[in-house]
């Protein structure tokens, strides 16, 4: 199982990314796939999910400026950030969860400077 992260980089507040959580072996349509982000000095926390049936969750502080997708040919699960503010800055991880089993993939560096 491999879940490919990548699209990080370095943005000034106000901009955008968009990351990208591409999985191998297993099927976007078969697990929930969720984002989760690291600061420095601070505990992972999820940032958004969607589930097989497309419902998506997401914290309190990137409502209205994240959006969670997947394209289903792809195998792929999106995550557009706007309006990015210096404290989204974190390694952002994907997960993918079914039952008992979770896989993580490499965290993707993202930095927002004032």
């Known amino acids: 199982v491999q879940l490919q992260a990548s699209g990080g980089g370095l943005v000034q507040a106000g901009g955008s990314l968009r990351l990208t959580c591409a999985l191998s072996t297993i099927s976007i349509n078969d697990y929930v796939v969720g984002w989760y982000r690291q600061a420095p000095g601070k505990q992972r926390e999820l940032v958004a999910l969607?589930?097989?049936?497309?419902?998506?969750i997401y914290v309190d502080s990137v409502k209205g400026r994240f959006t969670i997708s997947r394209d289903v040919a792809k195998n792929t699960v999106y995550l557009q950030m706007n309006s990015l503010k210096p404290e989204d800055t974190a390694v952002y991880y994907c997960?993918?969860?079914?039952?008992?089993?979770?896989?993580w993939g490499h965290g993707t560096q993202v930095t927002v400077s004032s």
């Open positions: 997960s993918a969860a079914s039952g008992r089993n979770q896989y």
């Open positions: 969607i589930t097989p049936t497309t419902k998506t």
